[in-house]
């Protein structure tokens, strides 16, 4: 994890370590040359559950004990950025936040694997035709876009957030779960990839 310093005395973030010893780090500022000493938290290796769809690893991530964490917050492994999806205490307890070193294990989502969202396309007589697609977490999609998959060109009406449903604006696919909409006979914009399992990398 890296560490990030700001001068208590002129608020620069140019700042050098310039000894370490152990966990007690001595700084200088490389603006005004101001000198502190800091004393580093002690790293808990806390147990992590990593999702990526419908396939999960198990790692761990090391987070400075007696820091609060909470759903919602984002770590770091050796390889992986990873959003908090959950975390459990001992006895299979489930909590929003916990202090570490409360806890048993936390559960996550990779944010470096792409978003999997669903897609329903609202046909005549009510059918709904389904999908699962692939797409990069920061792509933006708005109500009133016009998008292609699986050979159906459709017109977003609705999109569902973890939040809230949208029926305008626009918002990333890192807070999508599904879009939903009505087939229409216009050039769409792009087309999405559809979704066919999870794939190694």
Known sequence: MEEYFICPECGSDDVEVIKERGRELTLRCNECGNVW?????????????????????????????????????????????????GIELEGDKRVNKAKIGEIKTLWGESLTYPKVI????????G???SFKVKVNRN??????????????TFKIEKIKTERKMLRHGKVRADEIVRLMGRPIRARASRSLEIYHGYEGE
């Open 37 to 85: 000493i800091i004393t580093l938290p002690k790293l808990v290796k806390v147990p992590l559950i990593v999702s990526k769809h419908e396939r999960s690893f198990k790692t761990f991530t090391e987070l400075p004990e007696g820091e609060e964490i909470r759903v919602g917050d984002i770590v770091e492994t050796e390889d992986d950025e990873v959003r908090i999806t």
């Open 118 to 125: 669903g897609v329903s396309i609202y046909l005549p007589k």
């Open 127 to 129: 059918v709904t035709q």
């Open 139 to 152: 792509e933006e999609f708005v109500i009133g876009e016009v998008l292609e998959v699986g050979g159906y």
